[in-house]
T-cell receptor
Framework: SAVISQKPSRDICQRGTSLTIQCQVD?????MFWYRQQPGQSLTLIAT?????????ESGFVIDKFPISRPNLTFSTLTVSNMSPEDSSIYLC?????????????FGSGTQLSVL | AQKVTQAQTEISVVEKEDVTLDCVYE???????LFWYKQPPSGELVFLIR??????QNEISGRYSWNFQKSTSSFNFTITASQVVDSAVYFC?????????????FGSGTRLLVRP
């Protein structure tokens, strides 16, 4: 299993500012993912972050808006840049386990972001 | 293209009733994985099950059971003798494992309300 610590758990930000969300894992993992869950909606994959390479972004998400760092095998950050109220969402970090158990993906508890 | 459809937006039942949550998926791959997650009001994602496309055997875990039917591309989830603590949003998700990563496509979720 993997234990994921995500910070901050929630924040209220002003329009035009940026917020960096941190994701710390208690074990080394190759694949890390960032998801967004808009209010009352499902989860949408933003990007896949592998250590030592550029993040791979899904359609509709760009690096300028959501820059991602992956400096090592236990840590990643997602920045939400130049925020607008439409960015108000829960952002979740997810990691892929290499263990043999059925739970292959573990999720952090999320960062609830509100943009005023 | 991959797609997951959860046609039931919200279901309300009385405690002890059985309830089935529907999930229909679309994929062109022959190798894929299906997941169910529970998201209680606290917001975290709780893993329930992962099933690969080659295993059509139905599974039972306590009050939970899953019916996987490749012929109809469905992976339905039944809760027997529902309890108030089952109240949550339930997500069905699909992953194509072709590139060795569990990148998930989520359905829109079904909100289950179990009334005492």
């Amino acid at each position: 299993s993997a234990v994921i610590s995500q910070k901050p758990s929630r924040d209220i930000c002003q329009r035009g500012t940026s917020l960096t969300i941190q994701c710390q894992v208690d074990s080394q993992v190759t694949m890390m993912f960032w998801y967004r869950q808009q209010p009352g909606q499902s989860l949408t994959l933003i990007a896949t972050a592998n250590q030592g390479s550029e993040a791979t972004y899904e359609s509709g998400f760009v690096i300028d808006k959501f820059p991602i760092s992956r400096p090592n095998l236990t840590f990643s950050t997602l920045t939400v840049s130049n925020m607008s109220p439409e960015d108000s969402s829960i952002y979740l970090c997810s990691v892929e386990s290499t263990g043999a158990g059925p739970e292959k993906l573990f999720f952090g508890s999320g960062t609830q972001l509100s943009v005023l | 293209a991959q797609k997951v459809t959860q046609a039931q937006t919200e279901i309300s039942v009385v405690e002890k009733e059985d309830v089935t949550l529907d999930c229909v998926y679309e994929t062109r791959d022959t190798t894929y994985y299906l997941f169910w997650y529970k998201q209680p009001p606290s917001g975290e994602l709780v893993f329930l099950i992962r099933r690969n496309s080659f295993d059509e055997q139905n599974e039972i875990s306590g009050r939970y059971s899953w019916n996987f039917q490749k012929s109809t591309s469905s992976f339905n989830f039944t809760i027997t003798a529902s309890q108030v603590v089952d109240s949550a949003v339930y997500f069905c998700a699909l992953s194509e494992h072709g590139d060795s990563s569990y990148k998930l496509i989520f359905g829109s979720g079904t909100r289950l309300l179990v009334r005492p």
